[in-house]
C-alpha cells in the first residue's frame, strides 16, 4: 500500500529536523568554549573586535542550520555583539539537545538488549525466566520513553528557533527592505496575471465565440442568396442552432470572466454552480461560517474553476472534490482528483494561479505525483 503524500512529506520534515538538531548538538561544544574563553577575551579592549567577529561568524552557522533544516529564516544584519549574547543561551539549548540524543542512544541500546534477554526466555536485567508481563511491561515502558524523546526534541527545536528569532530577528530596517520587496513581487504578479486573463478571454472569444458567430453569418448569406424555399428554411434552422450554440459559448465565457454569483450569493452557490457545470463528478464541502471579502471569494473561485478545468483537460479522472473551510484567519481551499497526476506548479494554468494567489498574500502549492491523486491547496488571508 503506497504511503500518502501528505505522510512522505511530514516524515521528510521531521527527519530533516532531526538532522538540524543534531548538527546543533554537535557545533555547541564549539560554542561553549568559544563563549568561556571568548568571554575572558572580552576583558582586552584590543581582542574585542575579533572576538566579536568569530561569535558572528558562529552565529551565521547557526542561522544557516536553522534555515535548511528547521524553516526559520532571520535576518543578517545583526551585530557581533548580539551574536556574542544569542551564543550564551544557545550553547546551553545545544547542551540539552546532546543530552537528550545520548538518551535516546542509550535507549536504543538498553532496547536491544532486553529485546534479546526476551527473546532468551529471560527476564529484563537478570537471568530467571521471563513473565507474561515483562514483555507488555517493556512495550509500555518503551513507547513512554520514545513518547518523551520526541516530545523532548520538539520542545529544543522551539526554543532554538525562538532564541534565533529574539537575538537574530529582523531589525526594523530589514523587515521594511522585506515588505518592500515582497509588495513589488506581488505588484508584478499583479500585471502578470491580469495579462494571463486577457490572453485567456481573447483566445476564448477568438476560437469559440468568433467562430460561430463567422458560421451563423455564413448560414445566413448562403440563405439569402438561395432560390429554393426547403434550402433557405434549412439553412436558417441551422443559422438558428448556431445562434444557439454561440449564445452558450458566449455565456461560458462571460461566467469564466466573472461569475455574477459571486456577487449576488458568494462563494457557496458558486461553486455549485461550478460543480453543475462539470463534466466529472464534483464532489464539495464549504465550511464557512462568515461570507468572506469579495476579493477573496474571487480568487478562491477561481483557483477551484481552473483546477477544475485542468484537471477535466489533462488528468482522466472520475472524480474531483472540492473543499472550502476557514482555516482561523486564512480561507483554505482544496481541489483532489483522481487523475493521473504529474500536474507541475509552473503548467500554464497553474501558475497563473499561483501568481493570483500570491498577489492576494496567500500560499499555493501543488502535490501532484505520478498516479495521482493531485492537490491543489490555495490560502487565503482573510485579514
Known amino acids: 500500500m503506497p504511503v500518502p503524500a501528505a505522510t512522505r512529506r511530514y516524515l521528510r520534515k521531521m527527519l530533516r529536523g532531526t538532522l538540524g538538531l543534531a548538527i546543533g548538538a554537535a557545533t555547541a561544544f564549539a560554542e561553549v568554549f568559544y563563549v568561556l574563553f571568548g568571554g ?22 547557526e542561522r544557516r542550520r536553522l534555515e ?17 549574547t544569542y551564543l550564551v543561551p544557545r ?9 537528550i540524543f545520548v538518551l535516546i542512544l542509550l535507549g536504543a541500546g538498553s532496547g536491544l538488549i532486553i529485546g534479546y534477554q526476551l527473546l532468551d526466555g529471560r527476564s ?28 523532548g526534541l520538539i520542545g529544543i527545536a522551539t526554543l532554538d528557533r525562538k532564541l534565533a528569532r529574539h537575538f537574530l ?27 494571463d486573463e486577457r490572453r485567456r478571454i481573447e483566445r476564448d472569444l477568438h476560437d469559440g465565440v468568433q467562430q460561430r458567430l463567422v458560421a451563423l453569418g455564413m448560414l445566413l448569406g448562403r440563405a439569402r442568396r438561395t432560390g429554393d424555399p426547403d434550402h433557405a428554411s434549412d439553412l436558417l434552422r441551422q443559422a438558428h442552432e448556431e445562434s444557439q450554440r454561440a449564445l452558450n459559448d458566449l455565456r461560458e465565457v462571460s461566467w469564466r470572466v ?23 463528478p464534483v464532489h464539495l464541502r464549504v465550511d464557512l461560517p462568515e461570507r468572506p471579502s469579495a476579493a477573496i471569494e474571487t ?18 479522472a472520475t472524480r474531483i472534490d472540492i473543499e472550502a473551510e476557514r482555516d482561523g484567519d486564512s480561507v483554505r481551499v482544496r481541489i483532489t482528483d483522481d487523475g493521473t497526476g504529474g500536474a507541475r506548479e509552473s503548467g500554464g494554468g497553474l501558475s497563473g494561479l499561483a501568481r ?18 493531485t492537490v491543489v491547496t490555495a490560502v487565503l488571508p482573510c485579514g
Open 91 to 99: 550553547c546551553v539549548v545545544g547542551l540539552l539537545s546532546a543530552g
Open 124 to 151: 529484563p536485567g537478570g537471568g530467571a525466566p521471563a513473565g507474561w508481563y515483562d514483555p507488555v511491561t517493556t512495550a509500555l515502558f518503551g513507547v513512554l520513553l520514545i513518547f518523551l524523546s520526541v516530545q
Open 40 to 61: 575572558l577575551a572580552l576583558a582586552l579592549p584590543a581582542l574585542r573586535q575579533t572576538v566579536f567577529d568569530g561569535a558572528r561568524a558562529l552565529s551565521e552557522v
Open 258 to 280: 466573472y461569475p455574477i454569483a459571486l456577487d449576488t450569493d458568494g462563494l457557496h452557490p458558486a461553486l455549485e454552480a461550478l460543480a453543475e457545470r462539470s463534466g466529472i
Open 169 to 195: 530577528g529582523p531589525s526594523k530596517q530589514e523587515q521594511l527592505r522585506r515588505r518592500v520587496s515582497e509588495l513589488a513581487t506581488s505588484r508584478a504578479e499583479v500585471v502578470e496575471a491580469v495579462n
Open 356 to 373: 493570483r494567489v500570491a498577489a492576494a498574500d496567500g500560499e499555493f502549492t501543488v502535490d501532484s505525483p505520478l498516479g495521482g491523486p
Open 299 to 316: 480568487v478562491a473561485y477561481f483557483v477551484a474553476s481552473e483546477a477544475v478545468t485542468n484537471t477535466i483537460k489533462h488528468a482522466a
Open 68 to 84: 535548511k533544516y528547521l524553516g526559520a529564516e532571520n535576518a543578517t544584519d545583526y551585530t557581533g555583539r548580539r551574536a556574542m
